[in-house]
């Protein structure tokens, strides 16, 4: 999202300039908030059927869950605030797809599985840590939803180390 300043120091929506740079800001980490879970949510449907162990099965149930509930937190969020949000990509859902498929093909799925997981996580916390720190001040309830992905993300990462 690109907002033109005008002279007086607003946008052209009327909006103070610090104004608009706190809604992008807000806008843009809702974005990655739910491309996150989204990517989440596909990584785990694309490997729950490859599971051999109910224990690692019902652990990414309730991760899925997790993410689940976060997307669509962050979907009203930005619906109430009037937000566009981007969501992941078909070709991006697809790549991850076969790239989690191709790394199952040969050896102990739980295990890599697990890693695959912690790695995902990982990821999503690097960029949740970025996106916490690179914005000014995101809108508070934004913020707060950022905080439970992120502790989400860690959490999983420790429900995944035993199936490593």
């Given at each position: 999202m690109q907002s033109i300043l005008c002279t007086d120091g607003r946008s052209?929506?009327?909006?103070?300039?610090?104004?608009?740079?706190?809604?992008?800001?807000s806008q843009r980490v809702l974005s990655d908030i739910i491309k996150t879970s989204q990517m989440g949510i596909n990584g785990?449907?694309?490997?729950?059927?490859?599971?051999?162990?109910?224990a690692l099965r019902q652990a990414l149930k309730v991760?899925?869950?997790?993410?689940?509930?976060?997307?669509?937190?962050?979907?009203?969020l930005a619906?109430?605030?009037?937000?566009?949000?981007?969501?992941?990509?078909?070709?991006?859902?697809?790549?991850?797809?076969?790239?989690?498929?191709?790394q199952l093909l040969v050896?102990?799925?739980?295990?890599?599985?697990?890693?695959?997981?912690i790695q995902g996580n990982t990821r999503g916390m690097i960029l949740s840590l970025k996106n916490m720190r690179r914005c000014d001040k995101p809108?508070?309830?934004?913020?707060?939803?950022?905080?439970?992905?992120?502790?989400?993300?860690?959490?999983n990462i420790v429900s995944m180390q035993g199936f490593v």
């Open positions: 052209r929506s009327g909006k103070d300039y610090r104004e608009v740079i706190f809604m992008i800001n785990i449907n694309v490997v729950m059927d490859k599971t051999r162990q109910p991760q899925r869950k997790e993410y689940s509930n976060i997307e669509q937190q962050a979907k009203l619906q109430q605030k009037g937000y566009k949000i981007d969501q992941i990509k078909s070709i991006t859902r697809r790549m991850g797809a076969m790239m989690s498929k191709t050896g102990e799925p739980d295990s890599k599985i697990a890693g695959m997981m809108d508070a309830q934004v913020a707060q939803l950022a905080q439970q992905l992120l502790d989400t993300e860690k959490n």
